[in-house]
């Protein structure tokens, strides 16, 4: 309640708008042996900073931070000097997210791997509430949490393909205090895969890296996430995880993550729509083998981005380009109905999904039909 002093009796949990943890916790629940792997090209310095902060203010505290700088040694230079607890993994040239998280992966010697990436930011008390959930679920292997959508202020962005941003901050502390009041605005019941994780995350990325925690020996006895894959690199290896174990799901917001208008994809480039097709491409190299549903159950999905793809080329002039993109993309659609699908013009393929279902034919005249 605004203006409304705090009650000394009430925890910090509630007060952060989180379950009570105070009885779970006493009994030694809230400790976790874990790593944090961050990925960073050092572009946005102060960004990053903040994303490596709420680790270390972390209530239940990490083993190591290890922050994987792709190709920028003055980024590696500055980064080690203002946080000297950090460990700084410096790849001399730069070659994707992908790879500097694998970096980290190998690294790490913690029981537990922990991602955030370098503009989010974690809720001071997530790593303690994920230590409880294990603890009561020893047979846990990968769990991750809801989260937040957040913006700056004055950025001007309001969505973020389907989700809506949430809650406006700069720091930790505002957000902390946006969330304790804020009505979620995003159903993230599409998160909640446990018993069919593999077979939905084929569907699409129904995860987000940044409030995923995995056990350190699933993660180094998976194949690598090619480097470069972009998008889609998070997405292959939350992907590449269900193929080992079922996703479980944290019902508690507590990640902050970072909203970019340039994150919709909805009316991406057709240079976009084939990265993100090629990704999809890669997926099921790396997991069609053990993939619970045959690939063509998937062609109502996948036909849309192909269709996405090959028309925003040719909208662009690059028709040879969509020719090429749709030839390759052949792949993901094993059904020829599909293929032929792809060549209907996205306008014409929306009115005929949402054209008005037709009654009984009935005459004119009001006679009955002959025959």
Known sequence: MSGAEADPGESQEARDGLPDATAETAVGAGTLDYDVVVPSHGRHPDLLLAAVDSVLAQSCPPARVLVVMDGNAEASRLLARARPQVQVLEVEEPRGAAHARQVGIDHATATWVAFLDDDDLWHPAKQERVATWVSARPGCRAVRSGFWTFTEPASGVAHVGTLAVELVGSTVDELVAAAATAVPRNDLGYLDIDGDSLALMLERNRGVIGSSVVRRDLLQSLPAVPAGLRPGDDHALLTLVASRTEWQLM????????????????????????????????????????????????????????????????????????????????????????????????????????RRPRGPWRPASGRRPPG
Do not use: C, K, N
């Not at 390759?328 to 306008?347: G, K, N, Q, S, T």
């Open 251 to 354: 019902d508690e917001r507590l990640l902050f993550y970072r909203a970019h208008a340039a994150q919709d994809t909805r009316d991406a480039a057709g240079d976009a729509m084939a990265d993100l097709v090629r990704a999809r491409i890669t997926l099921w190299d790396l997991v069609g083998d053990v993939a619970p549903r045959p690939l063509e159950s998937y062609g109502p999905v996948y036909r849309g981005e192909v269709r996405q793809m090959a028309w925003s080329l040719v909208s662009e002039g690059r028709v040879s380009a969509a020719l090429s993109g749709y030839r390759a993309a052949a792949r993901l659609l094993p059904r020829r109905r599909d293929r032929l699908l792809v060549l209907v013009p996205e306008p014409v393929a929306w009115r005929w999904r949402h």
